[in-house]
């Protein structure tokens, strides 16, 4: 099973960490780990995708508080599981052990990056890693069938690094996920459908598996 308590606090080369991180870690971050995690399971298989470790966390994080009922209504508008969350505040311990750091914003990857911990190799908007991973060839990544999903994964991440500087995006705000904190449901669908397909190249990317229609 994909849960973020799985290993925690432990180092290991049998899982890779991806974390996600918006403001307040009770909307956008919440539907995108829970839809990550729906994502993964339905091409994996929990087994196959317990070494996916998928989290969230916010800069200004609500510390154990449900996410936002609006938030999810979208989760089960896709299948996604909602139950048993609670918010969390971005800490170091966070990004350490982190293999991956999408976020929601710029300014969420930015401040991500001032927390240290070497984090900027790893730390991506989601749109952002989005743009790069369709620019990756998947014949130049491990086989997750003989080489595993975990080094699969960390080749992802290294290939998207180093294609970084080279794919900008086409506009400023091209790689922002908006705040939809207190808007009607009809916001949060469109943003809910914003990150979905967001994700769905870099769970194909992380897999090799392209998600059954």
């Not at 606090?9 to 919440?30: E, K, Y």
């Not at 070494?51 to 508080?65: M, N």
């Not at 966070?94 to 999408?102: E, N, Q």
Request: net charge negative; with cysteine.
């Amino acid at each position: 099973m994909i849960a973020p308590d799985q290993g925690r606090g432990t180092a290991s080369d049998d899982c890779f960490r991806i974390l996600h991180v918006s403001t307040g870690n009770v909307c956008r971050s919440p539907i995108t780990e829970r839809l990550t995690r729906h994502a993964l399971s339905d091409r994996l298989g929990d087994l196959m995708a317990s070494g996916l470790i998928v989290e969230s966390a916010g800069t200004w994080g609500h510390e154990g508080a449900p996410m936002e009922a609006n938030a999810e209504i979208v989760l089960a508008d896709f299948g996604a599981d909602p139950t048993g969350f609670t918010g969390r505040e971005l800490l170091d311990e966070h990004v350490i052990r982190a293999d991956l750091v999408l976020t929601a914003t710029r300014d969420h990857r930015a401040q991500v990056i001032s927390m240290g911990h070497s984090a900027g190799l790893r730390t991506f908007t989601l749109k952002e890693f989005t743009r790069l991973v369709r620019a990756i060839d998947p014949a130049t990544l491990p086989d997750p069938r003989d080489e595993g999903v975990v080094e699969r994964a960390r080749a992802l991440v290294r290939a998207a690094a180093a294609l970084r500087g080279w794919l900008l995006a086409p506009s400023p705000d091209a790689d922002e996920v908006y705040d939809p904190y207190g808007a009607p449901i009809t916001f949060f669908r469109s943003i809910g459908d914003e990150i979905n397909q967001a994700l769905d190249p870099v769970v194909t990317a992380l897999t090799g598996i392209p998600a059954r229609h």
